[in-house]
């Protein structure tokens, strides 16, 4: 109806473009105008002013011959002042984007490798913002911003590349074990060394503490009873002890068999062996 009447409404973020007999006449801003259609004006279109966005997903191949998906979000929008070239001079601006992004992808990512590639996404979206600005600007079109939002590897690079990592991984958890475990034996070692250590103190304080008794009851025998020599009151003793032996052995709950010569007779030879013994020890000492 407002366009039998001559006028016309263009929405807010939008302009109109006017022709008059099919050559460009003007562009008109966001409110109501009046356009004569007896002059032979009509509305070509309108174009809208607002960022719009397209994702370009582009399939390519880096350094290292690993097949990627590069997902590129591309943020654009028409100038106000340019309204007439990008209304005129594109027929299809959504695929003259995505060709430009297509042309740099290709030609920047083979020049990485697949790791670089990731490092890197931000100097790619730069060269994707910087191309398309130079070559959009001709069109009446500014980019606003450019992103590299996804890097998709092959399935299988994928799972090798988990792998990889899972396997570096156990690694240097095997080394954690393995030195957790050098410290646990060198720990123990040290342990075992400190307890055979005090083992060794405690036997020597042991027959120290035997010795100097045995020592004190010779010397307290031989002046309590007259006429015994220091020989006397060793025998004495050896043979005690021999019985004391005998005794723990008969007591003993095991069912293992000694054999050992017995008789009156056979504690002289045993306290003799003994004495002996000890006197030919001290001779090579």
């Known amino acids: 109806m407002g366009q039998a009447l001559g006028c016309i409404q263009v929405e807010q973020s939008t302009v109109a473009i006017t022709e008059a007999f099919g050559k460009f006449d003007d562009v008109l801003q966001p409110g109501c105008h009046c356009l004569p259609w007896c002059f032979g004006k009509q509305a070509a279109g309108t174009l809208s002013l607002r960022v719009q966005q397209l994702d370009v997903r582009c399939e390519t191949k880096t350094k290292d011959n690993v097949f990627v998906n590069v997902v590129a979000s591309i943020q654009y929008r028409a100038l106000a002042e340019k309204a007439q070239d990008a209304f005129y001079k594109l027929s299809n601006t959504r695929a003259q984007i995505q060709s430009y992004v297509f042309d740099v992808i290709r030609a920047s990512v083979p020049k990485l490798e697949l790791d ?170």
């Open 116 to 285: 670089a590639v990731f490092e890197q996404k931000n100097d790619i979206a730069r060269a994707v913002e910087e191309e398309l600005e130079k070559a959009m600007s001709h069109y009446g079109y500014e980019i606003v911003q450019t992103l590299i939002v996804d890097i998709e590897p092959d399935e299988h690079v994928k799972r090798a590349m988990n792998e990889i990592n899972a396997a570096a991984r156990m690694r240097v958890a095997a080394n954690e074990k393995a030195e957790a475990e050098k410290i646990l034996q060198i720990k123990r070692a040290e342990g075992d060394a400190e307890s055979k250590y005090l083992a060794g103190l405690g036997v020597a304080r042991q027959r120290q503490a035997i010795v100097d008794g045995l020592r004190d009851s010779v010397l307290a025998f031989s002046e309590n009873v007259p006429g015994t020599s220091s020989k006397d009151v060793m025998d004495m003793v050896l043979v005690t002890q021999y019985f004391d032996t005998m005794k723990e052995i008969g007591a003993s709950s095991k069912s293992n068999s000694v054999f050992i010569p017995h008789g009156p007779g056979a504690v002289r030879d045993i306290a003799s062996q003994i004495r002996d013994g000890l006197l030919q020890a001290s001779q090579n000492n």
